[in-house]
């Protein structure tokens, strides 16, 4: 019986392309002058450090802003860069320039499904910071009440089983009383063998009868 559902964001609840077509451009834009104007406040430091201890070598701060824009150009989920971003996107937020996009059958379902006792969670590769901002600040009002918690990268790689057993043990649930939404079948194969239920969200696309995960086109789809 599922008590308990973890879902993804990107190509899940939201668009890829509010993603890759609204946030990233505008990290990317202002990670230089960011950085600048805030590399001695803690919270920005700590990041920074980090920057340069994944480098294993002592970066000036030009060097630290260009390795961030790389990894921002390889869209890789690294910590440090996802913490800055999730920063950046706070600005953007409360001045307006843009809302979190969500699509209209995750919001009804999940609403439906935290009224019936079912508890929510997400685990995502943005910083929880930024999963927050993003439900903050939808065109259907702020969605944070909705979930119990929130994880990132900080737990674990998304697609090594070992990050699912911790969420499982985190949260205080069996693995198979866990159903986790994704649109990556790599996150799902590992979730599914850390022993949680799985569906595979195919927003775009046929359904493939033999895949490896049950798959639905919307949330509309899903049976729990």
């Avoid at 990041?47 to 060097?63: F, I, S």
């Avoid at 409360?94 to 999940?110: I, P, Q, S, T």
């Avoid at 990556?184 to 063998?193: N, V």
Wanted: proline share 3%.
């Amino acid at each position: 019986m599922i008590k308990t559902i973890v879902t993804d964001i990107e190509g899940t609840t939201s668009s890829l392309s509010f993603v890759k077509d609204v946030l990233f451009p505008y990290s990317r834009a202002r990670m230089a002058e960011f950085v600048r104007a805030h590399a001695q406040e803690p919270a920005v430091r700590h990041e920074l450090d980090e920057v340069q201890r994944l480098n294993g070598k002592n970066l000036t701060e030009a060097e630290v802003i260009e390795q961030l824009l790389r990894w921002i150009a390889e869209d890789k989920k690294i910590t440090p860069l996802k913490s800055l971003q999730g920063m950046i996107w706070e600005d953007g937020y409360k001045k307006g320039d843009f809302k979190g996009h969500m699509y209209e059958d995750a919001v009804r379902h999940l609403q439906k499904w935290k009224q019936a006792g079912i508890r929510l969670y997400v685990f995502s590769s943005g910083s929880v910071q930024a999963q927050k901002l993003l439900f903050a600040h939808t065109g259907y009002g702020d969605l944070t009440p909705l979930f119990s918690g929130y994880f990132d990268t900080n737990i674990g790689n998304k697609r090594e089983a070992g990050s699912y057993r911790k969420i499982a043990a985190a949260i205080g649930s069996a693995p198979d009383d866990i159903l986790f939404l994704s649109d990556i079948r790599e996150e799902l194969d590992a979730a599914q063998a850390a022993g949680m239920q799985t569906i595979w969200l195919v927003r775009d696309g046929a359904i493939d009868p033999k895949a490896a995960h049950r798959q639905a086109r919307s949330f509309d789809e899903i049976t729990l």
